[in-house]
T-cell receptor
Framework: EAGVAQSPRYKIIEKRQSVAFWCNPISGHATLYWYQQILGQGPKLLIQ????????DSQLPKDRFSAERLKGVDSTLKIQPAKLEDSAVYLC?????????????FGPGTRLLVL | QQPVQSPQAVILREGEDAVINCSSSKALYSVHWYRQKHGEAPVFLMI?????EQKGHEKISASFNEKKQQSSLYLTASQLSYSGTYFC?????????????FGQGTTLQVKP
């Protein structure tokens, strides 16, 4: 079974520029998550999708971050405009369904550096 | 509320044992343990459910103390491959939306 795919793996931009990340979850996984992981910290949830609907975006800085999952499969996360403090690894994870014994599986992440 | 992990860092020799704790101030439904190596994605180790039994995977096992809202990860006879940062992710929503809040991580270094 193929894992969670993300691209690009690395991105360097200047502040005030825009950037987009792409995620393709494990086939059949209904739930998709975007996390921000700042160096030395645990992943912090930005947004959670169930199929193509948003379940939780309470921690998403909506003035600059946006995300979509139009067909309920792959997803994009966008930052516009980027700030220096957005430098982090952006992780995508997916989960098959709700229920006990179900966990999240992470992609390799996109490492963003904002100069 | 972010769970608190302790210790923050551990250095071991091969063959030694370690315990990593994860404590929450909220009533927990489940605890998920992950290991992350530098520059890589977190890898799932095991999940502990409220009311469930202690889990084990080779020489790595975990327990869940519901009274204390605490989970402990036990690494026995550590190997070089155990090096990395260990995160616990806690789920306190009994509706099981799958939202996890991660601790700050415990860095484990195993030396030959």
């Amino acid at each position: 079974e193929a894992g969670v795919a993300q691209s690009p793996r690395y991105k360097i931009i200047e502040k005030r520029q825009s950037v987009a990340f792409w995620c393709n979850p494990i086939s059949g996984h209904a739930t998709l998550y975007w996390y921000q992981q700042i160096l030395g910290q645990g992943p912090k949830l930005l947004i959670q999708f169930q199929n193509n609907g948003v379940v939780d975006d309470s921690q998403l800085p909506k003035d600059r971050f946006s995300a979509e999952r139009l067909k309920g499969v792959d997803s994009t996360l966008k930052i516009q405009p980027a700030k220096l403090e957005d430098s982090a690894v952006y992780l995508c994870a997916s989960r098959r369904r709700q229920g006990p014994q179900e966990t999240q599986y992470f992609g390799p992440g996109t490492r963003l550096l904002v100069l | 509320q972010q769970p608190v992990q302790s210790p923050q860092a551990v250095i071991l020799r091969e063959g030694e044992d370690a315990v990593i704790n994860c404590s929450s101030s909220k009533a927990l439904y489940s605890v998920h343990w992950y290991r992350q190596k530098h520059g890589e994605a977190p890898v799932f180790l095991m999940i502990l459910l409220k009311g469930g039994e202690q889990k084990g995977h080779e020489k790595i096992s975990a327990s869940f103390n519901e009274k204390k809202q605490q989970s402990s990860l036990y690494l026995t006879a550590s190997q070089l491959s155990y090096s990395g940062t260990y995160f616990c992710g806690t789920e306190s929503d009994s509706s099981n939306t799958g939202k996890l809040i991660f601790g700050q991580g415990t860095t484990l270094q195993v030396k030959p």
